[in-house]
């Protein structure tokens, strides 16, 4: 594919995870040598998920299991991109969260006060154990006046048993009895990518996004004026590339064709 505008040499990474350097829980051939070189060249670089369950450290620790060398400050997660918009509305605000350690962490470290006591917010990332009375409490508290905020918009996760139903899905069943829809801060929403520049330190001009979806990494990618890298390793299917209305600077098969990049 011919490239728009000649863009400035890659400085910074952004990297999703799953389905670029992480496949159906293994690793995707290349993508250590690919980690390994990045760290080599000194160039700052983010690994980014919209899954909100585990801290950076979980996830670091997982992906060292993987043979993936990824340090806790290289990953950047939709609980963190979320708690970051919430102490930047609200400082010091509250909220009544329904998710795991990756979200109420991040909350606690930008100051907020979880409570189910008139918070200011009440916050939807992704659990493994989403409870009905959680949900139900998180009704009321927005009947009541709470903001609704979600972390990201997937209907669905993987696992290896199949289709989980993520927080969009069930983000839909609050919006279905309230009335009211969430802000969801994560990828596709821009503001995870640029939130995501400012903490690697890097302008948008000589910032490549790797991602293997068109419909939440690339548009994201493109919105925030970031290079955009398409990996056909995970979801996105090369003969669905061209049905969107955008479209990435670059298609490659998988994350070992841009091992070579880093150097360039």
């Given at each position: 594919?011919?490239?728009?505008?000649?863009?400035?040499?890659?400085?910074?990474?952004?990297s999703d995870m799953d389905g670029v350097l992480v496949h159906e829980g293994r690793p995707v051939p290349g993508a250590d040598e690919f980690i390994r070189r990045l760290a080599a060249s000194g160039?700052?670089?983010?690994?980014?998920?919209?899954?909100s369950?585990?801290?950076?450290?979980?996830?670091s620790a997982r992906l060292g299991s993987l043979g993936l060398a990824v340090p806790a400050e290289s990953i950047f997660t939709s609980a963190l991109a979320t708690a970051r918009f919430l102490a930047d509305q609200r400082p010091e605000g509250s909220a009544y969260v329904?998710?795991?350690?990756?979200?109420?962490?991040?909350l606690h470290e930008a100051e907020f006060v979880l409570t189910d006591l008139d918070p200011d917010y009440v916050v939807l990332g992704e659990t493994r154990t989403y409870s009905f009375s959680q949900i139900t409490k998180a009704i009321r508290l927005i009947e009541n006046g709470a903001r609704f905020v979600a972390t990201n918009p997937d209907p669905i996760g993987p696992s290896p048993e199949g289709s989980l139903p993520a927080c969009g899905?069930?983000?839909?069943?609050?919006?279905?009895?309230t009335g009211v829809a969430p802000y969801f801060v994560g990828k596709p929403n821009p503001l995870m990518m640029r939130t995501a520049l400012n903490v690697v330190g890097g302008h948008s001009e000589s910032t490549a996004m790797v991602g293997d979806r068109m419909?939440?990494?690339?548009?994201a990618g493109v919105e925030a004026g970031l290079e955009t890298i398409l990996v056909l390793s995970?979801?996105?299917?090369?003969?669905?590339?061209e049905?969107?209305?955008f479209r990435p600077n670059r298609v490659v098969s998988s994350i070992a064709d841009l091992i070579e990049v880093v150097d360039a």
């Open positions: 594919m011919g490239g728009m505008t000649e863009r400035k040499p890659i400085e910074y990474w952004l160039k700052p670089f983010l690994v980014l998920t919209n899954n369950i585990y801290t950076r450290r979980d996830l329904i998710g795991e350690a990756g979200l109420t962490t991040a899905a069930v983000a839909a069943m609050i919006t279905r009895a419909d939440t990494d690339i548009v995970g979801m996105t299917r090369k003969e669905e590339v049905r969107f209305p």
